[in-house]
């Protein structure tokens, strides 16, 4: 694969054109997100979320930065965290996202401020937050290795990034995961969200994600210490958590 060339789902795509398709990708599905991710896990992602949530070290007063923040559920929770002495910031590079998230919070009474920015040039200076995280969002992104060092330019010492990701399955899993990632999580896009191919990409995707001993290498080269992750559902997803030194 040369220099200016990733993938979009299976596809070995110009790097320019991955980052419109992933953006088609999401404006499609933004107005049923919420909805999807129920369907599709089982609601299983609201426990990984707070998994998440329980490993951050976050607490009042921190200092939170939510990458790729799409309809907000973890922002939203780091704020109850953090409360009125702390602060959140929640980015995405896709307007139409940004806005699900950020008008499902006000309807919660939480506000919190927003960037619409890409999380390989991130707007903030180095070393200001306690914590960094990104809910499955860094599959998607174009250059993974300049998102994580971003993120970690943007962690103040001690503090730690974590990275919540569709990851590498169980093996006696692996049969049973394909047949629904790639039979019933396009159909409930066909019939709920109205957009089979999204899903399909998306299914695709995950398949294209490091693995997690990958991902914690990538991590590592970006700067973080102490790089460890938890399996939940048999590894189907992975948390990963690094610290910055």
Same mark, same amino acid.
């Given at each position: ?14 790097? =320019? &054109? @991955?980052?419109?398709?992933? #953006? %088609?990708? +999401?404006?499609? /599905?933004?107005?049923?997100?919420? *909805?999807? !991710? ?80 890409? =999380? &390989? @040039?991130?707007?903030?200076? #180095? %070393?200001? +937050?306690?914590? /960094?995280?990104?809910?499955?969002? *860094?599959? !998607? ?80 080269? =970006? ?23």
């Amino acid at each position: 694969m040369s220099d200016d060339k990733t993938h979009f789902g299976y596809q070995e795509v110009p790097e =320019a &054109e @991955k980052a419109r398709r992933v #953006g %088609d990708v +999401f404006r499609s /599905v933004a107005g049923n997100y919420d *909805l999807m !991710n129920d369907l599709m896990s089982l609601g299983l992602h609201r426990w990984w979320k707070r998994f998440t949530l329980a490993m951050s070290g976050v607490r009042e007063g921190s200092r939170v930065l939510d990458v790729a923040s799409g309809s907000g559920d973890l922002a939203a929770a780091f704020a109850r965290r953090v409360g009125a002495s702390g602060e959140v910031w929640m980015t995405d590079i896709n307007a139409a996202m940004l806005e699900v998230g950020r008008d499902k919070l006000i309807d919660e009474g939480i506000f919190t401020p927003l960037a619409l920015c890409d =999380a &390989e @040039k991130l707007p903030f200076r #180095g %070393d200001r +937050f306690d914590c /960094v995280s990104v809910a499955f969002g *860094l599959r !998607n992104m174009t250059r993974k290795d300049r998102a994580l060092a971003e993120m970690t330019r943007v962690t103040r010492p001690g503090g730690r990034v974590l990275v919540l990701e569709f990851s590498k399955p169980w093996k006696p899993l692996e049969r049973a995961y394909d047949a629904y990632s790639f039979g019933v999580l396009p159909r409930l896009g066909k019939y709920v969200a109205r957009d089979e191919a999204a899903y399909r990409y998306l299914a695709e995707s995950i398949r294209m994600h490091p693995d997690q001993e990958t991902l914690k290498g990538m991590m590592e080269a =970006a700067g973080l210490a102490r790089v460890d992750y938890f399996n939940l559902y048999a590894g189907v997803v992975a948390l990963h958590r690094g610290f910055k030194l």
